[in-house]
């Protein structure tokens, strides 16, 4: 079955009245792990085999690597990732006072590079951004997800909300009807999960490389013929930060490994 010919099962399969369950009980909610086969989740164990942990390796040469106009690295004022930001980012997004908005991990990287090394920002998906933001989430290996817990999150949260029930796209599709309504079932070969993010920025096989949150969910847009919002943009923070708060309590899983 081609792509486009499971998505518009998946479509036929969220309108049946039997299957709209509605948001998943926090306590049946599941990493993406538990949905895989023996072959990949025997990758993501072991580090020797998981490519995500090439990245990792790339973001500790870059922690200690000085850069920008103030001629700092990253250890300059953290010190060693494995101490400083162990649970960081079990907790992102993260709200922003200087801001008043929620920011990702990939923005609070580059906020720290414009700001403390006067350096320039990485590009979204770049190698060193997906290296450095590795590094940094991995540390949080087996720490429970707590993102959203911050008060000042609450409306960014709620429109997160909005968004992943919102129906989008030629195929009119919400996130939910797949993620809450069809999990367990399969989409174009591969098994639909509950769209938790505990293993961001994660290697996807299909990819063939290391890839962030924003990424897939710009890919589940297209996917169901919706314009895809920018890297960056604000409904994007807003979707990571309800999936990681919908996530709260799974442990962070970073680098995982998915088809």
Known sequence: MSFWRAISAAALLATAPALLAGEIRLDARRSGYSFMGPDTRAMQDDDSSNPGMLFVLDGEALWTKRTGSADKACADCHGDA?????????RYPAFDKALA???????RINLCRSNHQQAPPLPYESRDL?????????QSRGVAITAGDDPQLKPFVEQGR???????GQLNLACTNCHDDN????????????GQPTGYPLYRLEWQTLGSLERRLRSCMTGVR????DFGAPELVALELYLMSRAHGLPMETPAVRP
């Open 82 to 90: 494995r101490g400083s930001m162990k649970g960081l980012a079990a």
């Open 101 to 107: 908005r929620p920011v990702t991990l990939d923005q």
């Open 130 to 138: 997906l290296a450095l933001s590795a590094l940094v989430a991995h």
């Open 162 to 168: 909005d968004l992943f029930m919102q129906r989008e």
């Open 183 to 194: 999990f367990n079932n399969r989409l174009a070969g591969a098994p639909i999960t509950q």
């Open 226 to 229: 919706a314009q895809a919002y």
